[in-house]
């Protein structure tokens, strides 16, 4: 029972072009939304998150987007750097209940932009 | 501000043998989560702790087991290690009001052999 799924594997993009991750989820208690970035042998950064109660959160080059009825939110990186490239993951939580440290990851998305 | 710090960053073990891990989270955080990191399943969440108390497990054996001290620093043990158990173990800590993520430490990346 997969809660959190990213469907793309991959994802590859051009240097200064948008990048547009998607995560779909399940769960309706999920009110707590976050994108990490990950690179190997290192932990998870933190990058965005979006509460529930918000359809957009910015900052910088990077744009969360969510729409509740769809149970579906999509980082946008504009514009795309090398540097952006690793592995994207999408989580979740219900932070108004006792579960704010249990997040549930979906499955990643290795993200490669070329120069 | 230092950032969660997991020790130590590399373990080989044997099957059947048990092993500690160490995690450290930023300081002010007083909620310290678990996580498992494996090809085949990703990353899956093994239980949090909250002013020393289990607040949330995930679904893990009993073999793996932890706790938390008065520091807020946390301890993660498994006994009796399968190789099934092989895979990067994440610490991460927050400050367990709503809508500030958790931060991530880099790990400990165990091999069972």
């Known amino acids: 029972d997969q809660q959190v799924k990213q469907n793309s594997p991959s994802l590859s993009v051009q240097e200064g072009r948008i990048s547009i991750l998607n995560c779909d989820y399940t769960n309706s208690m999920f009110d707590y939304f976050l994108w990490y970035k990950k690179y190997p042998a290192e932990g998870p950064t933190f990058l965005i998150s979006i509460s529930s109660i918000k359809d957009k959160n910015e900052d910088g080059r990077f744009t969360v987007f969510l729409n509740k009825s769809a149970k579906h939110l999509s980082l946008h990186i504009v514009p795309s750097q090398p540097g952006d490239s690793a592995v994207y993951f999408c989580a979740a939580s219900s932070v108004s209940g006792t579960s704010y440290g249990k997040l549930t990851f979906g499955q990643g998305t290795i993200l490669t932009v070329h120069p | 501000k230092a950032g969660v710090t997991q020790t130590p960053r590399y373990l080989i073990k044997t099957r059947g043998q048990q092993v500690t891990l160490s995690c450290s989270p930023i300081s002010g955080h007083r909620s310290v989560s678990w996580y498992q990191q494996t090809p085949g399943q990703g990353l899956q969440f093994l239980f949090e702790?909250?002013?020393?108390?289990?607040?949330n497990k995930g679904n893990f054996p009993g073999r793996f087991s932890g706790r938390q001290f008065s520091n807020s620093r946390s301890e993660m043990n498994v006994s009796t290690l399968e190789l099934g158990d092989s895979a990067l173990y994440l610490c991460a800590s927050g400050m367990d009001r709503g809508n500030s993520p958790l931060h991530f430490g880099n790990g400990t990346r165990l091999t069972v052999t």
């Open positions: 702790y909250f002013s020393e108390t289990q607040r």
